[in-house]
């Protein structure tokens, strides 16, 4: 079974440092890996999609990376703004039917 | 351009009654999936349809249906609702039903049982 897990739980920075979060999944049969964010009580955002054939993918200051074969993948923030503050959740496409599987999220905290 | 839509966004429900929530994919989407996100949890894979047909349930309560029309839409019938039935209910997209294609998430309904 398929098991999501993300770390740090909770992550506080000062505004304009880097930053990782992690997440990790158990069975490396994938079809892809997608990070989101979502504000408190609201949607979730679409942030990156990583096919499985993919290692890395970029937009702005995000970069979300992808080692199928260690089952990792991380999202990096560059320049951390107040803005960003919000959690932030990977999940995985482990099945033909498309179902995705969520990790608990990763809350961040950036503060002026 | 066109997002998931979902209604309504919020719904406030007494015990035992019946609540009905309704999906809109991105047009030209063939697959719909249906998530429940707990206070403080993960979203959790309810259900999905592709070609108006199930492809696929999760943690679906027996209390719980859903189905897919014609034109792709889907709705999300949650019967004798209980306390723990308060949540966001999410509602995803994709196209062609393909596992490797991006799935386009709606803004939510939020449960409330009273």
């Known amino acids: 079974k398929q098991e999501v897990t993300q770390i740090p739980a909770a992550l506080s920075v000062p505004e304009g440092e880097n930053l990782v979060l992690n997440c990790s999944f158990t069975?490396?049969?994938?079809?892809?890996l997608q990070w989101f964010r979502q504000d408190p009580g609201k949607g979730l955002t679409s942030l990156l999609l990583i096919q499985s054939s993919q290692r890395e993918q970029t937009s702005g200051r995000l970069n979300a990376s992808l080692d199928k074969s260690s089952g990792r993948s991380t999202l990096y923030i560059a320049a951390s703004q107040p803005g960003d503050s919000a959690t932030y959740l990977c999940a995985v496409k482990a099945s033909n039917t498309g179902k995705l599987i969520f990790g608990q999220g990763t809350t961040l905290q950036v503060k002026p | 351009a066109a997002g998931v839509i979902q209604s309504p966004r919020h719904l406030i429900k007494e015990k035992r009654e019946t609540a009905t929530l309704k999906c809109y994919p991105i047009?030209?989407?063939?697959?719909v999936y249906w998530y429940q996100q707990g206070p403080g949890q993960d979203p959790q894979f309810l259900i999905s349809?592709?070609?108006?047909?199930?492809?696929d349930k999760g943690s679906i309560p027996d209390r719980f249906s859903a189905q897919q029309f014609s034109d792709y839409h889907s709705e999300l019938n949650m019967s004798s609702l209980e306390l723990g039935d308060s949540a966001l209910y999410f509602c995803a997209s994709s196209s062609t039903g393909h596992a490797a294609t991006e799935a386009f998430f709606g803004q939510g309904t939020r449960l409330t049982v009273v």
């Open positions: 047009p030209r989407h063939d697959t």
């Open positions: 349809f592709y070609e108006k047909m199930q492809s």
């Open positions: 069975d490396s049969a994938i079809y892809n």
